[in-house]
């Protein structure tokens, strides 16, 4: 059974850092990874996806990469803003084939202080 | 298009009453899904369908829980009877076959069974 650990839970960092969140898997026979923003109350917004066959994917000031053999990727922010303040979510599919169903991380909480 | 629309947006019950969730998909999508979030447990994936017929309901906790699409545009999610370890926030997400790695969510509903 796939597992998703996030580390660290919670991260704070004064505006302008930049940053690094951690998301480990268990399974590495997945077909692709995904980055998710969650925002208080709000529904979740894909931020990056990176197939297998890929290192790494960029968008804008976000950058993810992929270790596949050691179970790994993270998420890089870069000159952090207060309005990147929110839970990041890491996502991978099941083991067993379906890239329908994902196997979620429980997320790291992001705060960026001005 | 207005994104996924989920409603009640939070709903407060007692123990023993029947609960019933709604999610309106975005138009033209062919996958629907239902998560529950916990802070315990994280995002779990209840069920999905596949032009309104359910494909895996493997995540489903208990009988007490079930689901319909009885239309493309319109799904529900039942619990009866309710108990307090039913209180979570219930996502519904929607996606299409041709972007089917590309989950997008509502903004939830927040179930608190006292």
């Known amino acids: 059974k796939q597992e998703v650990t996030q580390i660290p839970a919670a991260l704070s960092v004064p505006e302008g850092e930049n940053l690094v969140l951690n998301c480990s898997f268990t399974?590495?026979?997945?077909?692709?990874l995904q980055w998710f923003r969650q925002d208080p109350g709000k529904g979740l917004t894909s931020l990056l996806l990176?197939?297998?066959?890929?290192r790494e994917q960029t968008s804008g000031r976000l950058n993810a990469s992929l270790d596949k053999s050691s179970g790994r990727s993270t998420l890089y922010i870069a000159a952090s803003q207060p309005g990147d303040s929110a839970t990041y979510l890491c996502?991978?599919?099941?083991?067993?084939?379906?890239?329908?169903?994902?196997?979620f991380g429980k997320g790291t909480l992001l705060t960026v202080n001005p | 298009d207005a994104g996924v629309i989920q409603s009640p947006r939070h709903e407060v019950t007692e123990m023993g009453q029947e609960v019933t969730l709604r999610c309106k998909p975005i138009?033209?999508?062919?996958?629907l899904f239902w998560y529950r979030q916990t802070m315990m447990r994280g995002l779990e994936l209840l069920i999905y369908?596949?032009?309104?017929?359910?494909?895996?309901d493997s995540g489903m906790p208990e009988d007490r829980f079930s689901a319909k699409m009885p239309n493309a545009s319109f799904s529900t999610l039942k619990i009866q009877p309710s108990e307090p370890r039913d209180s979570a926030v219930y996502f519904c997400?929607?996606?299409?076959?041709?972007?089917?790695?590309?989950?997008?969510f509502g903004p939830g509903t927040r179930l608190t069974v006292l």
């Open positions: 997400a929607s996606s299409f076959w041709g972007s089917i790695d590309t989950q997008y």
């Open positions: 399974d590495s026979a997945i077909y692709n």
């Open positions: 996502a991978v599919p099941n083991s067993g084939g379906s890239n329908y169903k994902l196997t």
């Open positions: 138009s033209g999508h062919d996958y």
């Open positions: 990176i197939q297998s066959s890929q």
């Open positions: 369908f596949n032009n309104n017929v359910p494909i895996d």
